[in-house]
Structure formats: structure tokens, C-alpha cells
């Protein structure tokens, strides 16, 4: 670093301002773009919710200095808990000023195949996802065997995650992936644009801008895979994943169907506070209780009328940009999924705190009802991973290895390929052919969208 300015040195004093409480001294050390997005109280937030579960600190680990992207250093920071751990991962430029800052599972564990996830049944390989300077790669896993089979892209919940959903020891979309591969079906994941590209992307993008353009670059990418009915490839989304899965099958008319995996519908603002409410009660106390007031100000500022693309990201929930928030503000997956002619499958878990059967699976139920082609089934032991387990989910529970329950597994590869399923609508398989020719197709107008 030409300053020579010591990344280790400086990801540790931040650490410790977090630990002893010195958030309001936060913003000194960020970089503009990092102090646009998020103030001293975010951070707080985020702090209190992780020690709401974690404990109180009772050590903190050495520094642990790689290469991030566009020339930055990241650096990771392992903080051991009363009851478990955490990682603070930073991206430090060569002045010392932060440009990422974000609270990450403990390391530690080695992700392992679950016992339905059999690899001799499938192959895989590296793809890339989109062009230009936002690609990302992917991972295409293929089934053995005769052909054609049903295809799948997923798409992983809010936040910077990997094309596996990666959290700690745990990988719940690989653990679907190889899943459904190793069931006859044809599986994409991909990284998201806000884990490949986080210094890139620009400081407006919207949830439809994160997930749109590669959710549909990724169902062409699939349709043109050997041995992939290009007629029948779905898209699965997974917590903000499901709750835009109905936008992007609006906008790319040859996806065949939707799988929504604990999609929110309830206006995310209003989840956060809930949300940080029950964790609150979890570990009551001064800080849970700053908490709670920030987040319940911050989402009052969303629902207000003069909220702006250029309101500041410091007054809004999670440090999202006031065009994101718009964006969430005028989109009902709700009514965008029943304006579509595909069939769908909404999955649950029944011990979900973040999304729940009461206030996000009723609105998916109230808003369908009219369906025949829309399965919705609740898996009472499952929690927001759709990982088994008894009693009140904590996030703590998220923190040893394990698997994506089998029977979700089992659920999703029986509707994507049940035994004499016909070919899908003749209009989409036809659209999908002509696209690998790269003949201009008009696709069919859907309503229910209203994003401008």
C-alpha cells in the first residue's frame, strides 16, 4: 500500500470499535462510497442482531489479509462468542479507508455432500453468466443419461452471496443443486453480482437491476446446454430470490414455471422491524433496544412520500439506496405471480422467523387462491434455510453443518420432472428454439408488474 497503511493493523482498530461500542467513530474510517451507504447506527444494528445470537465477545482472532476486487484488500477478522462466532470482512484501499464493511459467519467446517446428493448421477461445469465488465461465473451440473431433462436456475436470498448461498460450513443452494442434478434435473447457479462485482456495481441499483439481467442471461445460458429440454427450464428463488422470481419470469416469457422457496411478500420494511423485534427479545437489553428504534425509524423512512433515488442510504434500512427501496416499494410479487400463465410451487418452513406462514406464505395464499396450477406446502420443522430442527429458530441454529431438508429436495424434483409430465406450451418451446437461433422473438406482455 503506497501509504503504507497496514490493512491488518486497520481492520483490527475497526474491530475493536465495533467491540467496544465506538460505532458513532465508524464513519471516519470509511471510504466516501462505504459512508454514503452506511452509518455508525447500521452497523450498530447489524452488531446487536449478531450478538443477539452469538453472545458476548470473548476473543478476537488475527487478521487474515487476502486480494478483493478492483485492487482493494480484504481482510477478515474471526471474533470468537459466548455462544458461537463471527467474521468482520472489510475491503481496505491503499489510503486505509474502508469500502466494504459486512458481518459474516464464523469459518470453520467443511461443507459436505448431504446422503441425497449422489455425484456419480450428475457432471458439472464452470460457466459465465452475462457479458461485460458485471459477468459472473456459474456452475452448470448436468444429470447422466438419457435426455432431455428439465432444467433449473437458482437464485440465492438478499445479500453478497456465492453462486452455493455459502454461510459458514453450510451451502443450501449446493446442497439443491446437487440434489435435484442427481434427480434428472439440469441445475444453474451463478454468483450474485453483489459478491463477484461489490465495487463495481453502481451506488442506484435496484433488486431488479441484482437480479433481472443474470436471472435471464442464465435461463438462455441453460437452454442451450446439451440434453436440456429448453422448453421446460424453471427458475427456484430462495427468500429475495423467490420474491423476484415472479419479476423475472415477467420479463423472460420462456421460463416455464416458478419454485419460491420462503419468498417474502410482506413490504420488506416492515419484515425488518418485525424481524429485529424478535430477535431483540431473544437478547434483551440497551442494545437490542437501539436497534429496534433504528430499524423501525429507518423503515417509517421508506414508506414516506418524499423518499428519493438520492435519499441517503444511512436513513434507510440495511444501508440500501433509496432506489432500491423504490423499487421494493412498487413491486407486489404477489400480484405479479398471479398475472402469470406458469405453474408454480411455494415452499415454507414452518419455523421460519424471517419468512413467515403468518405474515408472507398468507399473502402468497390469499393473493393465488384462484390457482389450480399452484401448489403451496408448508414443511413445519424447517426453518428460513429450510433446515430441520425443533423449537423456536434462532439465528444460532444457521451455524452447524447441515442439509437442506431431503423431503424440499424430494418435493421440488418430483414437480420439475414427475413421471408423463407433457412437454411444455408449444408457444414456449417454440420461443425458447427460435432464441438459440437468435431469431428476434416478441415475448407475450404480462401484467401485474407496475415497476417503472
Same mark, same amino acid.
Given at each position: 500500500?503506497?501509504? &503504507?497503511?497496514?490493512?491488518?493493523?486497520?481492520?483490527?482498530?475497526?474491530?475493536?470499535?465495533?467491540?467496544?461500542?465506538?460505532?458513532?467513530?465508524?464513519?471516519?474510517?470509511?471510504?466516501?462510497?462505504?459512508?454514503?451507504?452506511?452509518? /455508525?447506527?447500521?452497523?450498530?444494528?447489524?452488531?446487536?442482531?449478531?450478538?443477539?445470537?452469538?453472545?458476548?465477545?470473548?476473543?478476537?482472532?488475527?487478521?487474515?489479509?487476502?486480494?478483493?476486487?478492483?485492487?482493494?484488500?480484504?481482510?477478515?477478522?474471526?471474533?470468537?462468542?459466548?455462544?458461537?462466532?463471527?467474521?468482520?470482512?472489510?475491503?481496505?484501499?491503499?489510503?486505509?479507508?474502508?469500502?466494504?464493511?459486512?458481518?459474516?459467519?464464523?469459518?470453520?467446517?467443511?461443507?459436505? %455432500?448431504?446422503?441425497?446428493?449422489?455425484?456419480?448421477?450428475?457432471?458439472?461445469?464452470?460457466?459465465?453468466?452475462?457479458? &461485460?465488465?458485471?459477468?459472473?461465473? /456459474?456452475?452448470?451440473?448436468?444429470?447422466?443419461?438419457?435426455?432431455?431433462?428439465?432444467?433449473?436456475?437458482?437464485?440465492?436470498?438478499?445479500?453478497?452471496?456465492?453462486?452455493?448461498?455459502?454461510?459458514?460450513?453450510?451451502?443450501?443452494?449446493?446442497?439443491?443443486?446437487?440434489?435435484?442434478?442427481?434427480?434428472?434435473?439440469?441445475?444453474?447457479?451463478?454468483?450474485?453480482?453483489?459478491?463477484?462485482?461489490?465495487?463495481?456495481?453502481?451506488?442506484?441499483?435496484?433488486?431488479?437491476?441484482?437480479?433481472?439481467?443474470?436471472?435471464?442471461?442464465?435461463?438462455?445460458?441453460?437452454?442451450?446446454?446439451?440434453?436440456?429440454?429448453?422448453?421446460?427450464?424453471?427458475?427456484? /428463488?430462495?427468500?429475495?430470490?423467490?420474491?423476484?422470481?415472479?419479476?423475472?419470469?415477467?420479463?423472460?416469457?420462456?421460463?416455464?414455471?416458478?419454485?419460491?422457496?420462503?419468498?417474502?411478500?410482506?413490504?420488506?420494511?416492515?419484515?425488518?422491524?418485525?424481524?429485529?423485534?424478535?430477535?431483540?427479545?431473544?437478547?434483551?437489553?440497551?442494545?437490542?433496544?437501539?436497534?429496534?428504534?433504528?430499524?423501525?425509524?429507518?423503515?417509517?423512512?421508506?414508506?414516506?412520500?418524499?423518499?428519493?433515488?438520492?435519499?441517503?442510504?444511512?436513513?434507510?434500512?440495511?444501508?440500501?439506496?433509496?432506489?432500491?427501496?423504490?423499487?421494493?416499494?412498487?413491486?407486489?410479487?404477489?400480484?405479479?405471480?398471479?398475472?402469470?400463465?406458469?405453474?408454480?410451487?411455494?415452499?415454507?418452513?414452518?419455523?421460519?422467523?424471517?419468512?413467515?406462514?403468518?405474515?408472507?406464505?398468507?399473502?402468497?395464499?390469499?393473493?393465488?387462491?384462484?390457482?389450480?396450477?399452484?401448489?403451496?406446502?408448508?414443511?413445519?420443522?424447517?426453518?428460513?434455510?429450510?433446515?430441520?430442527?425443533?423449537?423456536?429458530?434462532?439465528?444460532?441454529?444457521?451455524?452447524?453443518?447441515?442439509?437442506?431438508?431431503?423431503?424440499?429436495?424430494?418435493?421440488?424434483?418430483?414437480?420439475?420432472?414427475?413421471?408423463?409430465?407433457?412437454?411444455?406450451? %408449444?408457444?414456449?418451446?417454440?420461443?425458447?428454439?427460435?432464441?438459440?437461433?437468435?431469431?428476434?422473438?416478441?415475448?407475450?406482455?404480462?401484467?401485474?408488474?407496475?415497476?417503472?
Amino acid at each position: 500500500m503506497t501509504t &503504507g497503511a497496514d490493512p491488518a493493523e486497520i481492520a483490527a482498530a475497526v474491530v475493536e470499535l465495533v467491540r467496544t461500542g465506538r460505532f458513532a467513530q465508524l464513519p471516519e474510517r470509511f471510504a466516501p462510497v462505504l459512508r454514503a451507504a452506511v452509518s /455508525g447506527e447500521t452497523v450498530q444494528v447489524a452488531w446487536a442482531a449478531q450478538i443477539s445470537s452469538s453472545g458476548a465477545v470473548e476473543g478476537v482472532g488475527e487478521p487474515v489479509v487476502g486480494v478483493a476486487d478492483a485492487g482493494l484488500v480484504r481482510v477478515s477478522v474471526p471474533v470468537t462468542c459466548e455462544h458461537g462466532g463471527l467474521t468482520v470482512v472489510m475491503s481496505i484501499d491503499e489510503a486505509g479507508l474502508l469500502h466494504g464493511l459486512r458481518l459474516a459467519p464464523a469459518g470453520g467446517g467443511t461443507w459436505r %455432500p448431504p446422503s441425497y446428493a449422489v455425484a456419480a448421477k450428475f457432471t458439472e461445469q464452470e460457466v459465465q453468466v452475462g457479458t &461485460g465488465p458485471l459477468a459472473v461465473g /456459474g456452475t452448470v451440473g448436468l444429470p447422466r443419461g438419457r435426455g432431455p431433462h428439465p432444467g433449473v436456475v437458482l437464485l440465492a436470498g438478499g445479500g453478497p452471496f456465492d453462486r452455493d448461498a455459502t454461510s459458514g460450513a453450510n451451502k443450501p443452494l449446493k446442497d439443491l443443486a446437487w440434489g435435484l442434478a442427481a434427480r434428472g434435473v439440469a441445475v444453474l447457479r451463478f454468483d450474485k453480482v453483489t459478491y463477484t462485482h461489490p465495487h463495481r456495481t453502481p451506488p442506484d441499483l435496484t433488486m431488479t437491476d441484482e437480479y433481472v439481467p443474470h436471472a435471464t442471461a442464465a435461463v438462455h445460458l441453460l437452454q442451450k446446454q446439451e440434453n436440456v429440454d429448453a422448453g421446460k427450464v424453471f427458475v427456484l /428463488g430462495h427468500s429475495m430470490g423467490g420474491k423476484v422470481a415472479p419479476r423475472v419470469a415477467a420479463a423472460e416469457p420462456t421460463v416455464a414455471g416458478l419454485i419460491v422457496l420462503a419468498g417474502d411478500a410482506q413490504p420488506m420494511q416492515q419484515s425488518a422491524v418485525r424481524v429485529v423485534r424478535h430477535l431483540a427479545a431473544l437478547e434483551p437489553g440497551p442494545a437490542a433496544e437501539a436497534a429496534v428504534e433504528a430499524v423501525t425509524r429507518q423503515a417509517a423512512r421508506v414508506d414516506r412520500a418524499d423518499l428519493t433515488r438520492t435519499t441517503p442510504a444511512t436513513e434507510l434500512p440495511f444501508g440500501l439506496s433509496g432506489a432500491y427501496w423504490l423499487d421494493l416499494r412498487d413491486y407486489d410479487p404477489v400480484a405479479t405471480a398471479a398475472a402469470l400463465d406458469r405453474p408454480m410451487l411455494i415452499l415454507q418452513g414452518g419455523r421460519d422467523y424471517q419468512v413467515t406462514v403468518e405474515d408472507d406464505l398468507a399473502r402468497w395464499k390469499a393473493g393465488l387462491a384462484h390457482r389450480p396450477d399452484v401448489t403451496i406446502q408448508v414443511y413445519e420443522a424447517d426453518n428460513h434455510l429450510f433446515f430441520p430442527g425443533e423449537g423456536p429458530s434462532t439465528p444460532a441454529e444457521y451455524d452447524p453443518p447441515q442439509h437442506v431438508d431431503p423431503a424440499v429436495v424430494a418435493a421440488v424434483a418430483g414437480w420439475l420432472a414427475p413421471p408423463g409430465r407433457p412437454t411444455s406450451r %408449444p408457444w414456449v418451446t417454440l420461443t425458447a428454439a427460435l432464441r438459440r437461433t437468435r431469431i428476434p422473438v416478441r415475448g407475450r406482455r404480462h401484467q401485474g408488474d407496475n415497476h417503472r
